[in-house]
């Protein structure tokens, strides 16, 4: 997994701008502030729609962030694998003896910054609880995870407070749900009813 320096590819560069034009025109509007040090696991929700995805790019890119997503390593290989990486990719090995969590525990431990995103949700099958990836990651890393949203109620994107696991999973939730109450997603009837429980990795 390595950790590259190099300037963005101007395809990658011209993406990220058509996105935040396509975030702009339709009036979403970013609040908050980001969080420092700029290391933490960002929840991506309510997940509930693939415009999720475009909007929260034009979000990262208002608030001058780069997000990274996890994906397995095979994915990285010419001719998408610098574009990958240009968009936040990180690799995970799944013939490591170790763990996806601890994989990107030791990846927060050699970088300055880094955002890695998460969307509880998974695929958006109708999963009855958030899976707890991003919790478990958070905890074995020692850093915050964010909260995330896109509210289409209010078109305003954005990220909440930062929140250091105790290990006490149902008690930290407890904050999220609160944060979340209010927040409209694209499709409500699509939204995982319950983010509490565990429904694995």
Not at 58 to 82: Q, Y
Not at 121 to 127: F, I, L, P, T, Y
Not at 170 to 190: C, G, N, Q, S
Request: zero cysteines; proline letters at 7%; aromatic letters at 12%.
């Amino acid at each position: 997994m390595p950790v590259t320096n190099r300037k963005p590819s101007l395809l990658s560069r011209l993406l990220r701008r058509a996105i935040y034009w396509i975030y702009k025109r339709n009036g979403w509007i970013a609040v908050g502030v980001v969080p420092q040090p700029r290391k933490f696991v960002l929840v991506a929700a309510p997940h509930t729609s693939n415009w999720d995805f475009i909007y929260f790019i034009g979000l990262t890119e208002e608030l001058g962030i780069m997000p990274h997503f996890m994906a397995k390593d095979s994915l990285f290989k010419w001719p998408v694998r610098n574009f990958l990486f240009d968009m936040g990719g990180v690799s995970i090995d799944r013939k490591s003896p170790q763990n996806y969590v601890q994989q990107m525990a030791d990846e927060f431990a050699k970088r300055d910054e880094f955002m890695l995103t998460i969307a509880p949700e998974g695929s958006r099958s109708n999963n009855s609880k958030w899976k707890t990836g991003f919790y478990q990651i958070a905890l074995a890393a020692k850093v915050p995870f964010v909260i995330g949203m896109m509210d289409y109620g209010k078109k305003t994107g954005g990220l909440g407070p930062a929140i250091y696991p105790s290990g006490d999973y149902e008690a930290d939730m407890a904050k999220v749900i609160e944060f979340y109450r209010d927040i409209v997603p694209r499709h409500p009837e699509r939204a995982v009813k319950s983010i509490t429980g565990k429904e694995g990795l």
